[in-house]
T-cell receptor, first 117, second 113 residues
């Protein structure tokens, strides 16, 4: 039973390019959360999605960032026109309906480390 | 404005002794607290959680204590092992929220043989 799969593990982009980060949740999980970890910081919530729905995007920057979780395929976090400040580790977590963080915590992927040069 | 604070960036402990990691919070609306362990280049791994209506939860070598009046929680690891060396994150969940986690900045634990 594969865990939460994120790819790529490392991504280098030049300023102004687009970055696409992918997250495949654990089998049977239909809820996906994206978190960002800046250097020397804790993880910060970005967005919570269910299949084909954005439930809470209160942590997403207002511009350049978007997320989707289509009916088929992985969840995608998209960053347009990247800037150096976007360099961070981006983690995805998944859960099944009714299985909240309160009881089991979430299962996190290994993250994508984005470097903007 | 940091709502979950881990004021010790690092902690060094001898193998076999107790490790105590501390966490303070400011928001009384948090109803659940969790501890995660993170190795370099990996995602956080859930360790243990505690509801705000309890003051203690134990799982093997790991015990979490919650002092609501002080808005303080701690994770005790007994006995500490070299494999416990990692960064430990405290996280909290708002009551009634979708379950979004609010993380502290982490404490790096080093357990020396």
């Amino acid at each position: 039973n594969a865990g939460v799969m994120q790819n790529p593990r490392h991504l280098v982009r030049r300023r102004g390019q687009e970055a696409r980060l992918r997250c495949s949740p654990m089998k049977g999980h239909s809820h996906v959360y994206w978190y960002r970890q800046l250097p020397e910081e804790g993880l910060k919530f970005m967005v919570y999605l269910q299949k084909e729905n954005i439930i809470d995007e209160s942590g997403m920057p207002k511009e350049r960032f978007s997320a989707e979780f289509p009916k088929e395929g992985p969840s995608i976090l998209r960053i347009q026109q990247v800037v150096r400040g976007d360099s961070a580790a981006y983690f995805c977590a998944s859960s099944s309906p009714g299985q909240g963080a309160r009881d089991y915590g979430y299962t996190f992927g290994s993250g994508t480390r984005l470097t903007v040069v | 404005d940091q709502q979950v604070k881990q004021n010790s960036p690092s902690l060094s402990v001898q193998e076999g002794r107790i490790s105590i990691l501390n966490c303070d919070y400011t928001n009384s609306m948090f109803d659940y607290f969790l501890w995660y362990k993170k190795y370099p280049a990996e995602g956080p791994t859930f360790l243990i959680s505690i509801s705000s209506i309890k003051d203690k939860n134990e799982d093997g070598r790991f015990t979490v204590f919650l002092n609501k009046s002080a808005k303080h929680l701690s994770l005790h690891i007994v006995p500490s092992q070299p494999g416990d060396s990692a960064v430990y994150f405290c996280a909290a969940v708002y009551g009634g929220s979708q379950g979004n986690l609010i993380f502290g900045k982490g404490t790096k634990l080093s357990v020396k043989p």
